[in-house]
């Protein structure tokens, strides 16, 4: 299974951007799913979470700014950036979490760019 992230791109800051990931060639339920970002010369760090019960979490720095969801039919997860700083500049990914049975299967995107200039 691959996945396709899409809505990176170049924003002043104070814009918005929303990416999207989903699974390319076939689909299937989203149980749970994560964000990650990666600036140039840092770790990767999670900056958002969505569990199978819909609770989310975010990374301090981006409460209230960011938003994690999925569709209706839990398959594409979606991140909404509003507000965004220059920090925020980095390389983004998806992680999805499939189940089959008790059976865990992790899923992750190529990454999308999200420049923001200020």
């Known amino acids: 299974v691959q996945l396709v992230e899409s809505g990176g791109g170049l924003v002043q800051a104070g814009g918005s951007l929303r990416l999207s990931c989903a699974a390319s060639g076939s689909t299937f339920s989203i149980n749970a799913g994560n964000w990650y970002r990666q600036a140039p010369g840092k770790q990767r760090e999670l900056v958002a979470g969505?569990?199978?019960?819909?609770?989310?979490n975010y990374l301090d720095s981006v409460k209230g700014r960011f938003t994690i969801s999925r569709d209706n039919a839990k398959t594409t997860m979606y991140l909404q950036m509003t507000s965004l700083k220059t920090e925020d500049t980095a390389v983004y990914y998806c992680m999805l979490r499939r189940m089959i049975g008790p059976l865990r299967y992790d899923y992750w995107g190529q990454g999308t760019q999200v420049t923001v200039s200020s």
């Open positions: 969505i569990t199978s019960g819909d609770t989310t």
